[in-house]
Protein backbone atom coordinates (compact mmCIF):
# COMPACT_ATOMS: atom_id res chain seq x y z
CA UNK A 1 0.00 0.00 0.00
CA UNK A 2 1.04 3.61 -0.37
CA UNK A 3 1.64 5.32 2.90
CA UNK A 4 0.07 8.93 3.00
CA UNK A 5 1.81 12.02 2.01
CA UNK A 6 0.29 13.71 5.32
CA UNK A 7 1.24 10.67 7.88
CA UNK A 8 4.79 11.15 6.96
CA UNK A 9 4.52 14.97 7.27
CA UNK A 10 3.30 14.91 10.46
CA UNK A 11 6.04 12.28 11.54
CA UNK A 12 8.63 13.87 10.15
CA UNK A 13 7.61 17.90 11.82
CA UNK A 14 7.24 15.64 15.14
CA UNK A 15 10.62 14.34 14.78
CA UNK A 16 11.91 17.31 13.91
CA UNK A 17 10.14 19.02 16.84
CA UNK A 18 11.52 17.19 19.26
CA UNK A 19 14.95 16.63 18.16
CA UNK A 20 14.93 21.18 18.06
CA UNK A 21 13.39 20.94 21.30
CA UNK A 22 15.86 18.39 22.80
CA UNK A 23 18.61 20.48 21.67
CA UNK A 24 17.05 24.09 22.80
CA UNK A 25 16.69 22.50 26.30
CA UNK A 26 19.87 22.76 28.04
CA UNK A 27 20.18 26.77 26.60
CA UNK A 28 16.97 27.35 28.18
CA UNK A 29 17.41 26.04 31.39
CA UNK A 30 21.04 28.26 31.50
CA UNK A 31 18.87 31.24 30.56
CA UNK A 32 16.78 30.94 33.28
CA UNK A 33 19.37 30.47 36.22
CA UNK A 34 21.25 33.25 34.51
CA UNK A 35 18.09 35.32 35.05
CA UNK A 36 16.42 34.30 38.36
CA UNK A 37 20.04 33.96 40.41
CA UNK A 38 19.08 32.31 43.67
Known amino acids: GIIPFNLI ?3 LNSAIAGI ?3 A ?3 F ?3 HREMI ?3
Request: no cysteine; glycine share 6%; hydrophobic share 45%.
Open 24 to 26: LLP
Open 28 to 30: VQR
Open 36 to 38: RPI
Open 9 to 11: KAG
Open 20 to 22: VFR
